[in-house]
Each structure stands twice: as C-alpha cells, then as structure tokens.
C-alpha cells in the first residue's frame, strides 16, 4: 500500500495539529496503521497504533493523553491529533502500514515519506 502523510507545520508550545495519512494501492481496511517520528540526530520512535478497524490503539508513554489515533477506512485515511504540543514533539513524523496490529511489535511493512511538524516554545 502507498501512504502520504500531510497535515505538518509549525505550531506553538500547546497548540494542536492533525496529521493525515492517504493510502492508495490496495484496500486500506485490511492494514493496521502507526505513526512514527524522528527527531534530528535520534532515532525513530513509536507514536501510536491502531488496528483494522479502529476498535485497538496504543500509544507512547509520552503522547498518551495529548495524541489521538483514529482512522476512517472509507477515505482510505489515518489520522494523528495532536493536542498540547510541546517543543520535544518536533520532528518528522512517518505513517505505516502491516497487515496485522500488534501492539509490541514496532516492525512495518510500507511507509510513507515524512511531514514535518515543529513546536516553537
């Protein structure tokens, strides 16, 4: 599946942003979904998952409570809300797809070019 995310900016310190996530290729009710960012000079780590059909959702401990995961397969689109932003959520921030949600399992199988979001304080 091919996946486009959109939806990054610049925001201030307890602002909010919702990244979007376009998949085309194949029928996008059949993948789960995640979120992912990479910080410059760090590596890429987890955000939030969600399964098939949206009914299970895990998160990062550092985004939980702030970040909402949802999707609507009829757009074929997975969403990333984010809510009281802080400065240590700039980075770029990738969208992926596997066919199974697994929640201790951060390996994926297709993923889309990055949108970069940037908190100023």
């Known amino acids: 599946v091919q996946l486009q995310a959109s939806g990054g900016g610049l925001v201030q310190a307890g602002g909010s942003l919702k990244l979007s996530c376009a998949a085309s290729?194949?029928?996008?009710?059949?993948?789960?979904a995640g979120w992912f960012r990479q910080a410059p000079g760090k590596e890429r780590e987890f955000v939030a998952a969600?399964?098939?059909?949206?009914?299970?959702?895990n998160y990062a401990d550092s985004v939980e409570g702030r970040f909402t995961i949802s999707r609507d397969n009829a757009k074929n689109t997975v969403y990333l809300q984010m809510n009281s932003l802080k400065p240590e959520d700039t980075a770029v921030y990738y969208c992926?797809?596997?066919?199974?949600?697994?929640?201790?399992?951060?390996?994926?199988?297709?993923w889309g070019q990055g949108t970069q979001v940037t908190v100023s304080s």
């Open positions: 290729g194949r029928s996008f009710s059949t993948y789960a």
């Open positions: 969600i399964s098939r059909g949206g009914g299970s959702k």
């Open positions: 992926a797809a596997r066919q199974r949600y697994d929640r201790d399992n951060y390996e994926y199988d297709d």
